[in-house]
C-alpha cells in the first residue's frame, strides 16, 4: 500500500499548515494512522496517531499546536499544525497500517514531506 504525503511547505514563524497523507491501492480498512517528523540532523521525533479503538492523540510537548485526524477510516489521516515555530521545521512522514481487500495485513511508510519554518 503506497502512502501519498502532501501539505508540507514554507511557512513563517507563528503560521499554520495542514499536512494529508492519504493511502492508496487495495485499503480495506485502516485501524493505526501515526505521524512521525526528522528534523535535519536529529533522530525522528513520534507526533501523534489515531486508531479505530482509542482516538486521536498527540505526545504532551505539540499538545494545543498540532491535532491528528483522519476521515473515519476511509484512508487518509491529517495533521493540523498551528503556531508553528522554526524549530518544527523537519520531514514529516505518515505511517498507516491496515488490511488489505485481501484482509492481509500492510504496515505503509510515506516518502514524507517537508514543512520549513522560516521568516
Known amino acids: ?16 499548515l495542514r499536512l494529508s497523507c492519504r493511502a492508496d491501492g487495495n485499503v480495506f ?5 501515526a505521524w ?14 489515531v486508531t479505530s479503538s482509542s482516538g486521536a492523540s498527540v505526545v504532551d510537548s505539540l499538545k494545543g499546536r498540532f491535532t491528528i485526524s483522519t476521515d473515519n477510516g476511509k484512508g487518509t489521516a491529517y495533521l493540523q499544525m ?10 514529516y512522514l505518515c505511517n498507516v ?16 514531506t517537508l514543512v520549513t519554518v522560516s521568516s
Do not use: C
Open 82 to 91: 498551528n503556531m508553528l515555530r522554526v524549530e518544527d521545521t523537519a520531514v
Open 29 to 33: 480498512a485502516t485501524n493505526y494512522m
Open 36 to 49: 512521525s517528523r526528522q528534523a535535519p540532523g536529529k533522530g525522528r521525533e513520534f507526533i501523534g496517531h
Open 1 to 16: 500500500v503506497q502512502l501519498q504525503a502532501s501539505g508540507g511547505g514554507l511557512v513563517q514563524p507563528g503560521g499554520s
Open 97 to 112: 497500517r491496515g488490511l488489505q481487500n485481501d484482509y492481509s495485513g500492510f504496515d505503509s511508510w510515506g516518502q514524507g
